[in-house]
Protein backbone atom coordinates (compact mmCIF):
# COMPACT_ATOMS: atom_id res chain seq x y z
CA UNK A 1 0.00 0.00 0.00
CA UNK A 2 1.28 3.81 -0.33
CA UNK A 3 2.87 5.19 2.84
CA UNK A 4 3.21 8.79 2.91
CA UNK A 5 6.47 10.21 4.83
CA UNK A 6 6.39 13.18 7.57
CA UNK A 7 9.31 14.25 9.89
CA UNK A 8 7.39 13.84 13.76
CA UNK A 9 8.10 17.32 14.23
CA UNK A 10 9.52 20.52 12.96
CA UNK A 11 10.78 23.97 14.99
CA UNK A 12 10.91 27.20 14.37
CA UNK A 13 11.36 30.71 15.63
CA UNK A 14 8.39 33.09 15.43
CA UNK A 15 8.83 35.31 12.20
CA UNK A 16 11.26 32.61 10.24
CA UNK A 17 10.19 30.30 7.85
CA UNK A 18 8.66 26.64 8.42
CA UNK A 19 9.60 23.68 5.91
CA UNK A 20 7.23 20.82 6.20
CA UNK A 21 8.29 17.73 3.65
CA UNK A 22 6.18 15.00 2.66
CA UNK A 23 7.65 11.99 1.29
CA UNK A 24 6.12 9.18 -0.89
CA UNK A 25 6.96 7.15 -3.97
CA UNK A 26 6.65 9.77 -7.27
CA UNK A 27 4.44 12.05 -4.90
CA UNK A 28 5.34 14.56 -7.74
CA UNK A 29 3.13 13.00 -10.01
CA UNK A 30 0.09 13.18 -8.33
CA UNK A 31 -1.93 16.23 -6.30
CA UNK A 32 -1.13 16.57 -2.68
CA UNK A 33 -3.52 18.35 -0.35
CA UNK A 34 -1.94 19.91 3.50
CA UNK A 35 -4.35 19.63 6.56
CA UNK A 36 -3.84 21.71 9.66
CA UNK A 37 -4.70 20.32 13.25
CA UNK A 38 -4.43 22.49 16.30
CA UNK A 39 -5.24 20.87 19.43
CA UNK A 40 -8.58 19.31 20.42
CA UNK A 41 -9.78 20.60 17.18
CA UNK A 42 -10.71 19.16 13.81
CA UNK A 43 -8.58 19.68 10.49
CA UNK A 44 -8.27 22.28 8.26
CA UNK A 45 -7.74 22.18 4.73
CA UNK A 46 -4.91 24.73 4.12
CA UNK A 47 -3.04 23.41 0.44
CA UNK A 48 -4.89 21.71 -2.43
CA UNK A 49 -3.57 20.62 -5.74
CA UNK A 50 0.12 21.11 -4.17
CA UNK A 51 -0.41 24.63 -4.12
CA UNK A 52 -3.11 26.52 -4.04
CA UNK A 53 -4.60 27.48 -0.46
CA UNK A 54 -8.22 27.65 0.09
CA UNK A 55 -10.19 30.73 0.62
CA UNK A 56 -9.45 32.42 4.13
CA UNK A 57 -5.97 30.82 4.75
CA UNK A 58 -3.07 33.25 5.19
CA UNK A 59 -0.94 34.14 2.49
CA UNK A 60 2.22 32.99 4.44
CA UNK A 61 0.64 29.25 3.39
CA UNK A 62 2.10 27.48 0.42
CA UNK A 63 3.26 23.98 -0.96
CA UNK A 64 5.06 22.53 -4.00
CA UNK A 65 5.76 19.65 -5.04
CA UNK A 66 8.65 17.53 -6.88
CA UNK A 67 9.84 13.97 -7.60
CA UNK A 68 9.07 12.52 -4.49
CA UNK A 69 8.48 14.94 -2.22
CA UNK A 70 6.12 18.37 -1.67
CA UNK A 71 6.45 20.21 0.94
CA UNK A 72 4.55 22.52 3.42
CA UNK A 73 6.06 26.43 3.71
CA UNK A 74 4.94 28.86 6.22
CA UNK A 75 6.48 31.96 5.39
CA UNK A 76 6.92 34.60 8.69
CA UNK A 77 5.60 31.94 11.48
CA UNK A 78 3.17 33.11 13.38
CA UNK A 79 2.46 31.48 17.23
CA UNK A 80 -1.17 30.67 16.01
CA UNK A 81 0.60 28.73 13.44
CA UNK A 82 1.17 26.15 15.97
CA UNK A 83 -0.51 22.69 15.42
CA UNK A 84 -0.02 19.40 13.45
CA UNK A 85 -0.28 19.19 9.69
CA UNK A 86 -0.92 16.14 7.55
CA UNK A 87 -0.40 15.74 3.82
CA UNK A 88 -2.55 13.64 1.77
CA UNK A 89 -2.66 12.38 -1.61
CA UNK A 90 -4.59 9.72 -3.42
CA UNK A 91 -3.20 6.17 -4.59
CA UNK A 92 -5.32 3.28 -6.51
CA UNK A 93 -8.69 5.18 -5.20
CA UNK A 94 -7.95 5.31 -2.02
CA UNK A 95 -7.02 8.77 0.33
CA UNK A 96 -3.44 8.55 1.82
CA UNK A 97 -2.55 10.26 4.36
CA UNK A 98 0.73 11.07 6.22
CA UNK A 99 1.71 10.41 9.25
CA UNK A 100 1.49 14.13 10.59
CA UNK A 101 4.29 17.06 11.52
CA UNK A 102 4.27 18.49 15.13
CA UNK A 103 5.12 22.29 14.33
CA UNK A 104 6.13 24.08 17.26
CA UNK A 105 6.94 27.77 16.81
CA UNK A 106 9.43 29.00 19.45
CA UNK B 1 -21.41 27.90 5.57
CA UNK B 2 -20.85 24.13 5.49
CA UNK B 3 -21.74 22.37 8.52
CA UNK B 4 -21.06 18.81 9.66
CA UNK B 5 -22.14 17.10 12.71
CA UNK B 6 -21.38 13.64 13.84
CA UNK B 7 -23.19 11.72 15.88
CA UNK B 8 -23.65 8.39 17.71
CA UNK B 9 -19.93 8.11 19.62
CA UNK B 10 -19.84 6.51 22.87
CA UNK B 11 -18.94 3.73 25.09
CA UNK B 12 -18.61 -0.05 22.98
CA UNK B 13 -17.96 -3.01 24.13
CA UNK B 14 -15.05 -5.43 22.23
CA UNK B 15 -17.17 -7.13 19.65
CA UNK B 16 -20.14 -4.86 19.38
CA UNK B 17 -21.21 -2.64 16.99
CA UNK B 18 -21.48 1.24 16.34
CA UNK B 19 -24.21 3.75 14.36
CA UNK B 20 -22.37 6.59 13.41
CA UNK B 21 -24.22 9.69 11.58
CA UNK B 22 -23.28 13.02 10.22
CA UNK B 23 -26.05 15.52 9.52
CA UNK B 24 -25.02 17.97 6.80
CA UNK B 25 -25.91 21.66 6.05
CA UNK B 26 -24.70 24.46 3.72
CA UNK B 27 -24.69 23.09 0.65
CA UNK B 28 -26.49 20.33 -1.68
CA UNK B 29 -25.63 17.10 -0.28
CA UNK B 30 -26.77 14.92 -2.99
CA UNK B 31 -24.42 16.68 -4.86
CA UNK B 32 -20.65 15.50 -2.93
CA UNK B 33 -18.87 12.84 -1.84
CA UNK B 34 -18.68 12.16 1.62
CA UNK B 35 -15.98 10.30 4.07
CA UNK B 36 -14.81 9.04 6.86
CA UNK B 37 -11.95 9.52 8.71
CA UNK B 38 -10.81 8.28 11.96
CA UNK B 39 -7.96 9.47 14.32
CA UNK B 40 -7.34 7.39 17.53
CA UNK B 41 -5.78 8.72 20.55
CA UNK B 42 -2.57 10.66 20.00
CA UNK B 43 -2.11 9.30 16.43
CA UNK B 44 -2.81 10.94 13.04
CA UNK B 45 -5.73 10.47 10.54
CA UNK B 46 -6.60 7.39 8.84
CA UNK B 47 -9.23 7.00 6.00
CA UNK B 48 -12.00 4.80 6.15
CA UNK B 49 -14.76 4.90 3.74
CA UNK B 50 -16.12 6.89 1.05
CA UNK B 51 -19.25 7.09 -0.66
CA UNK B 52 -20.59 9.50 -3.88
CA UNK B 53 -23.00 11.63 -4.26
CA UNK B 54 -26.12 9.20 -5.39
CA UNK B 55 -25.16 6.79 -3.20
CA UNK B 56 -24.19 4.18 -5.65
CA UNK B 57 -20.04 4.58 -4.94
CA UNK B 58 -18.33 3.63 -1.83
CA UNK B 59 -15.14 2.72 -1.02
CA UNK B 60 -13.07 1.33 1.66
CA UNK B 61 -9.91 1.20 3.52
CA UNK B 62 -8.78 -2.17 3.37
CA UNK B 63 -7.75 -2.21 6.90
CA UNK B 64 -11.40 -2.04 7.67
CA UNK B 65 -13.14 -3.77 4.57
CA UNK B 66 -15.76 -6.48 5.72
CA UNK B 67 -16.23 -4.40 9.13
CA UNK B 68 -17.59 -0.99 7.51
CA UNK B 69 -20.67 0.04 5.52
CA UNK B 70 -20.75 3.77 4.54
CA UNK B 71 -24.43 4.77 3.33
CA UNK B 72 -26.40 8.35 3.00
CA UNK B 73 -29.59 9.34 2.68
CA UNK B 74 -30.06 12.42 0.38
CA UNK B 75 -33.73 13.33 2.14
CA UNK B 76 -32.50 13.91 5.18
CA UNK B 77 -28.87 14.95 4.40
CA UNK B 78 -27.55 12.53 6.60
CA UNK B 79 -23.85 10.36 6.25
CA UNK B 80 -24.32 6.75 7.78
CA UNK B 81 -21.50 4.66 9.03
CA UNK B 82 -21.88 1.54 10.24
CA UNK B 83 -19.11 -0.65 12.12
CA UNK B 84 -19.22 -4.22 13.61
CA UNK B 85 -16.95 -6.54 15.55
CA UNK B 86 -14.85 -3.87 17.00
CA UNK B 87 -12.11 -3.81 19.24
CA UNK B 88 -9.86 -1.55 21.20
CA UNK B 89 -7.66 -0.41 18.00
CA UNK B 90 -11.09 1.47 16.86
CA UNK B 91 -11.21 3.62 19.92
CA UNK B 92 -11.07 6.74 18.32
CA UNK B 93 -12.33 10.26 17.06
CA UNK B 94 -14.76 9.48 13.79
CA UNK B 95 -14.54 12.92 11.59
CA UNK B 96 -16.80 13.18 8.51
CA UNK B 97 -15.86 15.25 5.68
CA UNK B 98 -16.96 16.37 2.33
CA UNK B 99 -14.96 16.08 -0.77
CA UNK B 100 -14.87 18.94 -3.24
CA UNK B 101 -15.52 17.25 -6.28
CA UNK B 102 -18.39 14.06 -6.63
CA UNK B 103 -15.77 12.00 -7.62
CA UNK B 104 -14.06 9.10 -5.98
CA UNK B 105 -11.95 7.76 -8.59
CA UNK B 106 -10.25 11.22 -9.46
CA UNK B 107 -6.56 11.78 -7.21
CA UNK B 108 -7.65 15.38 -7.90
CA UNK B 109 -9.64 15.88 -4.98
CA UNK B 110 -9.88 16.90 -1.18
CA UNK B 111 -11.54 17.52 1.97
CA UNK B 112 -12.72 21.05 2.46
CA UNK B 113 -15.11 21.49 5.34
CA UNK B 114 -14.83 18.67 8.58
CA UNK B 115 -17.12 18.31 10.93
CA UNK B 116 -16.18 18.42 14.78
CA UNK B 117 -15.63 14.70 15.01
CA UNK B 118 -17.31 11.89 17.82
CA UNK B 119 -15.37 10.23 19.93
CA UNK B 120 -15.68 5.98 19.98
CA UNK B 121 -14.57 4.03 23.37
CA UNK B 122 -14.25 0.50 22.93
CA UNK B 123 -13.32 -1.11 26.44
CA UNK B 124 -14.58 -3.37 28.62
Known amino acids: SYELTQAPSVSVSPGQTASIPCSGD??????TSWYQQKTGQSPVLVIY???TRPSGIPERFSGSSSGNTATLTISGTQAMDEADYYC?????????FGGGTKLTVL | EVELLESGGGLIHPGGSLRLSCVASGFTFSSYAMTWVRQAPGKGLEWLSA????????SYATSVKGRLTISRDNSKNTLTLQMKNLGAEDTAVYYC?????????????????WGPGTLVTVSP
Open chain 1, 88 to 96: QAWDSSTLV
Open chain 2, 51 to 58: IGGSGRDT
Open chain 2, 97 to 113: AKYYYDILTSPNNWLDS
Open chain 1, 26 to 31: NLGNKY
Open chain 1, 49 to 51: QDG
